[in-house]
């Protein structure tokens, strides 16, 4: 059975680095294809892709949020962590993370995380 | 960057009724190894988004035959044949052949 789930602060400041991690089981980056992705929503508002990770570290991010983030993951733990820097008050969303195999994008999404940029 | 645009943004259907979602690409989403990755999927109120279909056209596991995915290049539709209350929600559609991008999504509610 595949999970996923999402943990991180739920308040940041403005300015401050946001670091994400997704923990999952039943399947292990030891699989040639698998991938994990981050996708995030604000409130009320469309999906937004943010940046994927495969089993052989390929990275991906989206062109428009490059600059502000860093996937990385950890084979041994089931674990992948996204790094957002400078964050804005736009960036309150839930973030999610998500499941790929090779360009079979997002079949298993974790349950999400609300991260509110505030003062 | 590939643009996802769907249509409408929001559709009132009549329990019982088809509905019909446009996704349309602004480049081609066929790939080199010749499939085109259009997925499209179902977020219900207060949950996490759901993967309807991959490729296209290919139903993932537990999802009811009355959705179905079609298209090629850079139209895609996805089609309910029978729409029953479980079925409001918004729905996306996604490339995964050049990067990653989402459509805005698609409001259905019951008339």
Redesign the interface.
């Known amino acids: 059975q595949v999970t996923l789930k999402e943990s991180g602060p739920t308040l940041v400041k403005p300015t401050q680095t946001l670091t994400l991690t997704c923990t999952f089981s039943g399947f292990s980056f030891s699989t040639s294809g698998v991938g994990v992705g981050w996708i995030r929503q604000p409130p009320g508002k469309a999906l937004e892709w943010l940046a994927l990770i495969y089993w052989d570290d390929d990275k991906w991010y989206s062109p428009s949020l490059k600059s502000r983030l860093t996937i990385t993951k950890d084979t041994s733990k089931n674990q992948v962590v996204l790094t957002m820097t400078n964050m804005d008050p736009v960036d309150t969303a839930t973030y999610y993370c998500a499941r790929t195999y090779y360009r079979n994008q997002f079949q298993y999404w974790g349950q999400g995380t609300l991260v509110t940029v505030s003062s | 960057?590939v643009v996802m645009t769907q249509s409408p943004l929001s559709l009132p259907v009549t329990l019982g009724q088809p509905a019909s979602i446009s996704c349309r690409s602004s480049q081609s989403l066929v790939?080199s190894d010749g499939?085109t990755?259009l997925?499209w999927?179902q977020?219900r109120p207060g949950q996490?988004?759901?993967?309807l279909i991959?490729?296209v056209s290919n139903r993932?596991s537990g999802v009811p035959d009355r959705f179905s995915g079609s298209g090629s290049g850079t139209d895609f539709t996805l089609k309910i044949s029978r729409v029953e209350a479980e079925d409001v929600g918004v729905y996306?559609c996604?490339q995964?052949?050049r990067?990653?991008?989402?459509?805005?999504?698609t409001k259905v509610e019951i008339k």
């Open positions: 960057d790939y499939n990755y997925n999927f977020q996490s988004p759901r993967r991959y490729k993932d996306y996604m995964g052949t990067s990653v991008t989402f459509g805005g999504g």
